[in-house]
């Protein structure tokens, strides 16, 4: 991949809620949604969406706070079991809004977990070990 030129904070914050990145950011976008940890960042990216509605519930609702964190929490937990479900999608959509061709997320995962599988392989090769790099 070419140099990937990260988002700044407030364009992340865009592409957290579901905005276009400009196309500077697209080897980034791929990257992000393919790279090792692309769960942990697309579960991230749902709690910021999620944020909005739980300040609000939070702050704004009239019940005690008992209830208020018990709703919190039930919401975290639907919005997450919900963003997970369709995790591959969304990472397809991000990618594909940023200029790659649809099915770029699946091929670029399938290739890195081959070559994982291939090094960790390696090691019992007989006429070497280690990376392929």
């Not at 291939?118 to 990376?131: F, H, M, P, V």
């Amino acid at each position: 991949m070419a140099t990937r030129s990260r988002p700044t904070p407030v364009q992340w914050l865009w592409y957290a809620l579901g905005g276009g990145l400009p196309p500077a950011c697209r080897d980034w976008v791929l990257a992000d949604t393919t790279g090792p940890g692309w769960v942990r960042r697309h579960l991230t990216r749902a709690l910021v969406q999620l944020s909005p509605v739980l300040l609000v519930c939070l702050l704004a609702v009239p019940v005690p706070l008992v209830y208020r964190l018990s709703a919190c929490l039930g919401g975290v937990l639907l919005g997450l079991m919900f963003s997970a479900a369709y995790m591959t999608e969304t990472s397809e959509h991000r990618a594909v809004k940023a200029g790659w061709p649809p099915g770029t997320t699946r091929r670029v995962r399938e290739q890195r977990a081959e070559r994982e599988a291939l090094e960790r392989g390696a090691r019992y090769r007989q006429d070497g070990a280690g990376s392929f790099d």
